[in-house]
């Protein structure tokens, strides 16, 4: 079964050459690097790691840092476009590609030093290194501010305590960016690497979710590390923050991407599979489910478009971002239920893409701010009233 | 050295082809173009080769084809070609392999070659025609359907291994030459999104007959194609069922014996 991707408004011709030009590289490279032996890999609960370089050398690392720091300096459009084909892929690619670039490199582009930008960036986008990035804490989910992770001045440098926990690829970083809370409750970024004193990244098994992703805990034992390891140019709580709405814009997009896939799936599967002597995809309770699907799945592809507009245009806001991260992988998880549905028995099988995008989708309505944070967020826009708890 | 990569717009090897009303042509509507398959071997065979050879070598792709080949022609240009020549002309709709040979050897004369790769076909109507063609109007050796391909240290000669029934036939080959490439030359190499970005400052020159100094298309030759016709429909299928697998293997047997004759 070839895939083919849903335009039903015609989005398609609403991008120019060099956009549809990347877009088809990397569905090119889904279709060859990824989808083969992806299924084989989230079973086993393996990560491509062959694969980073490879992302690295076709520019899907951080494509959105300028040239002089060995990005490609291209338009979030693209960014948000190499997101979609990778989900499309899997959860677990978008999510590697998502910290490295979103989460990782952009806050050494935007807070680091000149030094920091010109040491680590150029490698980053190569894939030459990998890098994590450490946020929520074991009691600090949807509550960053309440994080216990603490920075010490010591001397020129500084002495880090704590413990992050969900991590994606902090056992395979080479270096972590890591929040923490200095003696004054500031929350300040670092640059850790894996072989500092203090330091380990114990993996987190046993997921039913992102299995070809790494999930990890990162733990910090009197790790001290020099001054030119802080990034200089954090303001508190708000520059993780910052990250997360560059992350979370490629979230949005990458949902499109599963949503292609599983209407994809369903559509021929139930134009195949012969019950009753007919299709099922003629049954009527089929077609409605397919409605919904593609009805979701356009929704989701304006919304990402529009969004990659506003970016490319410097009027994207996080509200913006938080409703269609919200939208979109809801719409992306449902459509993936519905699709396992219609693939009957078939569709438990890691045979077909179905089952793995639904498991996933469980964690990326989690992370990233969850369906109810975005809500929230979202609310205290529209009615200038805060629901968070404690405020 | 100055090296030729043919190009050529198809049809996408997934698209639903269907023939338009007047039997001359494929309805475009919805239909994806790519790169031709095999011209794919070429470019890529023909950046190696530069980057092998290097100081001033240069890969220049050449397509003749209508307006919207400009992106599989930036296509190229991403995986690193240097510069492109477009044949564009209203008069170049539907040619045949004689008259696009023709405007090709033009053109290709005027950029000056020492080695030139194409495509052993085009995968949409092939014909297999123009690199041999083109080979004759440019008065060079051709070698198709190369699966290996090597530069000779002193630049003079190419060894290419060809791929035939049962296997494969080592041939070399003076300079400058015309090479076909089979699948299995190479693989060929990704539009990396640098390579996009890059592609946007490269030239394409836009080039119609009169540019070339055709006063109107170039005859074509001693064939035409009258018709496009829909694949024709498969027989009917018919199902063998009986209770043992036994019996159905039997009847079968009969079948295949009585009513299709075969065995």
Redesign the interface.
């Known amino acids: 079964m070839?895939f083919e991707a849903l335009d039903f408004f015609e989005i398609e011709k609403s991008f120019n050459?060099?956009e549809?030009?990347?877009r088809?590289?990397a569905r090119?490279?889904v279709d060859r690097e990824i989808i083969p032996g992806i299924a084989e890999q989230w079973e086993a609960g393996e990560f491509p790691l062959d694969l980073v370089q490879k992302m690295g050398?076709?520019?899907?690392l951080g494509?959105f840092i300028p040239?002089e720091y060995g990005g490609?300096?291209?338009s979030y459009t693209?960014y948000g476009l190499?997101c979609q084909e990778m989900e499309r892929g899997d959860s677990g690619v978008r999510s590697f590609c998502s910290v490295q670039g979103s989460l990782v490199m952009y806050p050494i582009w935007k807070f680091g030093s000149e030094e920091q930008k010109k040491k680590y960036l150029p490698e980053l986008a190569a894939g030459k290194i990998i890098g994590c990035f450490g946020l929520t804490e074991p009691d600090a989910g949807s509550d960053p501010r309440s994080m216990t992770t603490s920075a010490r001045k010591d001397g020129d440098g500084w002495v880090l305590n704590g413990a992050k926990m969900w991590i994606t690829n902090g056992s395979i970083a080479d270096i972590a960016v890591v929040w923490a809370k200095d003696e004054e409750g500031i929350i300040r970024g670092f640059i850790v690497h894996r072989d500092d004193e203090g330091f380990s990244a114990p993996e987190q098994k046993h997921k039913v979710s992102l299995r070809s992703s790494v999930t990890s805990e990162l733990v910090l034992e009197d790790v001290r590390i020099s001054a030119d390891r802080e990034l200089p140019g954090t303001e508190d709580l708000k520059s993780p923050l910052m990250c997360l709405t560059s992350a979370r814009y490629g979230i949005a997009w990458g949902a499109v991407g599963v949503l292609q896939s599983v209407f994809d799936e369903a559509l021929q599967y139930s134009r195949e599979r012969i019950q009753f002597g007919r299709p099922t995809a003629s049954f009527q309770i089929t077609q409605a489910k397919l409605v919904e699907m593609a009805t979701d799945l356009t929704n989701a592809q304006m919304m990402a478009y529009r969004l990659g507009r506003l970016a490319d245009s410097g009027a994207m806001k996080y509200y913006h971002v938080s409703m269609a991260k919200r939208h979109n992988v809801n719409v992306a998880l449902e459509a993936a239920r519905k699709a396992r549905g219609i693939l009957g028995a078939n569709g438990i099988t890691l045979e077909y893409q179905t089952i793995r995008h639904m498991c996933n989708m469980e964690s990326v309505h989690t992370y990233e701010g969850t369906f109810e944070i975005h809500t929230l967020i979202l609310g205290e826009y529209l009615t200038g009233l805060s629901a968070f708890g404690n405020e | 050295m100055k090296i030729i990569v043919l190009l050529k717009r198809v049809p996408d090897t997934e698209a639903k082809i269907l023939i338009n009303q007047d039997g001359n042509g494929i309805r475009e509507d919805g239909v994806k173009f790519i790169i031709n398959t095999y011209d794919e071997y070429g470019i890529e065979e023909g950046l190696r080769l530069k980057e092998k050879v290097g100081g001033d070598s240069k890969v220049t792709a050449v397509c003749a084809g209508p307006e919207e080949s400009t992106e599989v022609i930036r296509t190229a240009l991403a995986m690193g070609v240097d510069d492109a020549v477009h044949i564009c002309d209203p008069a170049l709709a539907k040619p045949s392999p004689f008259t696009i040979a023709e405007v090709l050897a033009k053109a290709i004369s005027e950029e000056g070659f020492d080695i030139i790769f194409c495509g052993k076909q085009g995968i949409d109507d092939d014909m297999a025609q123009t690199q041999s063609i083109l080979a004759e109007k440019l008065d060079i050796p051709q070698v198709n359907n190369a699966t290996v391909f090597e530069l000779a240290d002193d630049l003079s000669k190419a060894v290419l291994n060809r791929r035939i029934e049962g296997g494969d036939e080592k041939v070399e080959a003076s300079l400058p030459v015309i090479i076909s490439c089979e699948k299995g030359l190479n693989d060929p190499r990704y539009a990396s999104l640098p390579g996009i970005m890059k592609a946007k400052k490269k030239e394409i020159r836009v080039k119609n007959l009169a540019d070339l100094g055709f006063n109107e298309a170039p005859s074509s030759g001693r064939s035409r194609v009258l018709k496009w016709l829909p694949m024709p429909k498969g027989g009917e299928c018919k199902m063998v069922e009986a209770e043992e697998t036994v019996d159905a293997v039997k009847e079968l047997a009969r079948l295949l014996r009585e009513e299709a004759k075969v065995v």
Request: charged share 30%; net charge negative; with cysteine.
């Open positions: 070839k050459e060099e549809v030009l990347i088809d590289t090119k490279f050398e076709l520019g899907f494509p040239a490609a300096g291209c693209i190499i």
